[in-house]
T-cell receptor, first 113, second 115 residues
Framework: QQQVKQSPQSLIVQKGGISIINCAYE??????FPWYQQFPGKGPALLIA?????SEKKEGRFTISFNKSAKQFSLHIMDSQPGDSATYFC????????????FGTGTKLQVIP | DGGITQSPKYLFRKEGQNVTLSCEQN?????MYWYRQDPGQGLRLIYY???????QKGDIAEGYSVSREKKESFPLTVTSAQKNPTAFYLC??????????????FGPGTRLTVL
């Protein structure tokens, strides 16, 4: 079964620090990699996304780094804030068929003051 | 406001009962999806529909059924055959095009609890 492996499962970071979440995949048919942010009791919301022909994408305090040869990608949250406390999911979209999206298992981030 | 609505927000079901979760979108999206979310397991695909009057099973379709009679609506029925239905259910939609950057947008979810 296609998988996207995500780590760590949980993360505690001090305010102002850098939060780093890592994901790895095996299926070379994946061609789009979105990250979602989910607050408790809410649906996931698209945060940032990257295509594999780009090594890095930055939007505000959020940066995706992508290593195609290693089949790994990561989310960096700079200057982490308590309002960033949420669960983050990486995902990968398949280029074939109906373009299925496979999700990682999620990382629960807590930013402490 | 454009978006995806799900109702109810909370749903309680007795064992042996069927229940239907509502999902409506006004984004004019062709494709719609149902996911189940359990703690520590991420999102698992139940059913998806790329076009009206057509739908396919996802990874965990057993015990669930759907219909897609209208473009904007994709209700999910949790049947009594679903052995462990207590979970958070998420509906999503996307343009359904072939672009790899076509992204799924999620509704607020329905939390189903079996009593």
């Amino acid at each position: 079964q296609q998988q996207v492996k995500q780590s760590p499962q949980s993360l505690i970071v001090q305010k102002g620090g850098i939060s780093i979440i890592n994901c790895a995949y095996e299926n070379t048919a994946f061609d789009y990699f979105p990250w979602y942010q989910q607050f408790p009791g809410k649906g996931p919301a698209l945060l940032i996304a990257i295509r594999p022909d780009v090594s890095e994408k930055k939007e505000g305090r959020f940066t995706i780094s992508f290593n195609k040869s290693a089949k790994q990608f990561s989310l960096h949250i700079m200057d982490s804030q308590p309002g960033d406390s949420a669960t983050y999911f990486c995902a990968a979209k398949d280029s074939g068929g109906y373009q299925k999206v496979t999700f990682g298992t999620g990382t629960k981030l807590q930013v402490i003051p | 406001d454009g978006g995806i609505t799900q109702s109810p927000k909370y749903l309680f079901r007795k064992e042996g009962q069927n229940v239907t979760l509502s999902c409506e979108q006004n984004l004019n999206h062709d494709a719609m999806y149902w996911y189940r979310q359990d703690p520590g397991q991420g999102l698992r695909l139940i059913y998806y529909s790329q076009i009206v009057n057509d739908f396919q099973k996802g990874d965990i379709a057993e015990g669930y059924s759907v219909s897609r009679e209208k473009k904007e609506s994709f209700p999910l029925t949790v049947t009594s055959a679903q052995k462990n239905p207590t979970a958070f259910y998420l509906c999503a939609s996307s343009g359904g095009g072939l672009s790899s950057t076509d992204t799924q947008y999620f509704g607020p979810g329905t939390r189903l609890t079996v009593l």
